[in-house]
């Protein structure tokens, strides 16, 4: 698919989502340029626009073989040129501590459109494998690659599942279709050539669909956007009457409700791995992806079984497998799922599909909980900025959203829609780092509930002198008010735990493999660098120091504590 498609913004879904099309009275007060727009680098002599309007001539930055130094890891360490010059420009204090992962969809997938996110803050570049081919996938794994490769990124490629949930067709390539109040549409089983689908006919992928739906049934699109009921059926054909018209998308899914319960049939022993979903995984493993995002996860079972064929196919692999909270049948298996997962993510949208959504937010803090607990990363999902698929700023209520996530302490936050179609992928993003840095700073200042309560992170994990390590250095760099915490890290496991803590600095994470500085990129506070180091602490811990001062990103009497995870040692110094 070419990165030239553009919903018209008539058929915008928003508008399929119940949104009118005037707002008459438009309570927006359009403010002046809250946040700065970005622009990402073009050549090696432009000026690079940053977060927080931090301007840096990339001609002003060392060169090494026609590349700016940040790149080419002059001595050996590995950082991108945003958060370098952020970090000269702002300090310590001022970094963004809350993550976030980019959708990339047709409005972004070509290499400007994906180094603008990268530019703008995004950490995670998230492929859904619901949408497009895998050729398209390829071209934008391997541009998001090429810009690490390139500028020093370390963004982390998520591939998410498409799951074997029952939904619509593809419309027959049509961008949607309208239905209206009270007009008879057809679901079926029956597959048709494009030329020769009746008018108001949708085929659906499930085949035990016309058997387990009954009349007076309801049959919701996509969670509720459009509404029908069931009136009558013949054969493989539901006939459906409209009752909440809206625009019907591709592959919308699909839930039926019978007396305000959803029905879960058949459709329960759907496979949460489909077979294509296997070769799309093959796929995710063959082009090296960071995380593989598994859709519509109903136990614990279905991650161990992946996580256990990730190993045979890809020994020594770092594929982190993330468990995605969508499913009415995971919530009973939470605690288990969230254990055998190395992550999880909040997918709002069909959540909200499968149980009542004003269940939705309490499900979001347990799990952001229950992650915490379990020190594994998790991301808050879907809907964050709806309206900005449309508009350049968001409504206040989105904002209050955002902040709660903020709030919460997840790790990340994802743009779906906003980025991967919506018109303003650039200003969402902006708006998401505006509202993180402004509510983390808040929360500091405020100290509105102790992060570092040993009763608010200790539990559930068994304890580990590691663990111990990490919430005690934590608490010294609070109470010190040291700038940073600088952990040096192989596999990441040390990282984690210091980001556990949410410490009131920021975490510079040292690590020798890109594949793990990368994955590190989606927990909450964390820097990840690229650092070859030996086993002697004294000798790395000078050679960062020089490293980072010749860089101008830490100045002397910068308080520093550091953690090693060989030594399991913790020592607090003073740049010299
Ligand atoms: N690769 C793609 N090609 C075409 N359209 C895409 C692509 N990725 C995303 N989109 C569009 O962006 C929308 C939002 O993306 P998103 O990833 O949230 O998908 P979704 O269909 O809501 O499914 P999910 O529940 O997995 O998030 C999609 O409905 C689709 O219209
Ligand atoms: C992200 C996703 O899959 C959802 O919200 O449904
Ligand atoms: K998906
Ligand atoms: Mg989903």
Not at 415 to 424: C, D, N, V
């Amino acid at each position: 698919m070419s990165g030239s498609f553009r919903f018209s913004s008539s058929l915008s879904p928003v508008h399929s989502r119940g949104f009118p099309k005037l707002r008459f009275f438009n309570p927006r007060i359009v403010v002046p340029n809250p946040v700065p727009l970005l622009k990402p680098m073009k050549t090696a002599h432009s000026r690079v626009v940053l977060p927080g309007n931090v301007k840096v001539a990339a001609s002003e930055l060392p060169v090494t073989s026609g590349k700016p130094a940040a790149v080419a890891e002059s001595g050996g360490l590995q950082v991108d040129l945003v958060t370098e010059a952020d970090l000269k420009a702002n300090g310590f204090r001022s970094t963004r501590r809350t993550k976030i992962v980019c959708t990339i969809g047709p409005r972004t997938c070509e290499f400007e459109e994906i180094e603008a996110l990268a530019v703008g803050g995004m950490n995670v570049a998230r492929v859904n494998m619901c949408h497009g081919t895998r050729e398209w996938h390829r071209d934008v794994i391997r541009r998001v690659r090429q810009l690490n490769e390139e500028k020093g990124f370390a963004v982390a490629i998520m591939m998410d599942t498409e799951g074997s949930e029952i939904h619509m067709d593809d419309l027959n390539g049509a961008e949607s279709a309208k239905a209206e109040d009270g007009e008879i549409w057809t679901f079926t089983v029956r597959a048709f050539d494009p030329s020769a689908c009746p008018e108001r006919t949708i085929t659906v992928n499930y085949d035990g669909f016309a058997e387990d739906v009954k009349v007076g049934d309801e049959l919701l699109v996509d969670g509720g956007m459009v509404r029908f009921v069931v009136t009558e059926k013949i054969g493989p054909d539901v006939i459906c009457q409209c009752t909440d018209p809206g625009l019907l998308l591709p592959r919308a899914n699909l839930t039926f409700w019978r007396n305000g319960s959803l029905v879960q049939e058949r459709n329960a022993m759907l496979p949460t791995i489909s077979s294509k979903d296997w070769l799309d995984i093959d796929f995710g493993i063959a082009e090296g992806v960071d995380f593989i995002a598994v859709s519509f996860v109903k136990s614990a079972e279905v991650i161990k079984t992946l996580k256990s064929y990730i190993t045979a196919r890809s020994p020594g692999s770092q594929i982190a497998v993330i468990a995605k909270i969508e499913s009415i049948d995971s919530l009973k298996n939470l605690e288990e799922i969230i254990k055998a997962s190395d992550g999880a993510m909040v997918a709002r949208g069909d959540l909200g599909a499968q149980i009542p959504i004003e269940q939705v937010p309490s499900v979001q803090e347990k799990v952001v909980q229950l992650c915490r607990m379990l020190n594994k990363p998790v991301i808050v999902a879907s809907q964050l900025l709806e309206s900005m698929i449309e508009y350049p700023i968001p409504t206040r209520a989105e904002v209050a959203d955002v902040s709660e996530a903020v709030g919460q302490q997840a790790d990340a936050l994802m743009l779906s829609s906003e980025s991967a179609m919506g018109q303003y992928p650039e200003k969402a993003l902006a708006v998401l780092r505006s509202v993180s840095l402004r509510i983390e700073k808040w929360r500091r200042e405020e100290k509105r509930l102790d992060a570092t309560d040993p009763s608010n992170v200790s539990s559930c994990t068994p304890p580990s002198i590691s663990e111990e390590i990490c919430n005690t250095a934590s608490q010294m760099a609070n109470k010190l008010k040291a700038d940073a915490i600088f952990v040096y890290t192989k596999n990441g496991q040390t990282a984690s735990l210091l980001s556990r803590n949410r410490p009131d600095c920021p975490i510079f994470a040292f690590t020798p493999s890109t594949s793990i500085r990368r994955s590190l990129n989606l927990q909450w506070g964390l820097i990840p660098f690229r650092l070859d180091f030996s086993d002697d602490v004294e000798s790395k811990l000078n050679r960062t120091f020089s490293l980072l001062k010749a860089r101008g990103m830490i100045n002397p009497g910068d308080l520093i504590i550091v953690v090693s995870d060989v030594l399991q040692s913790i020592q607090a110094i003073k740049v010299p």
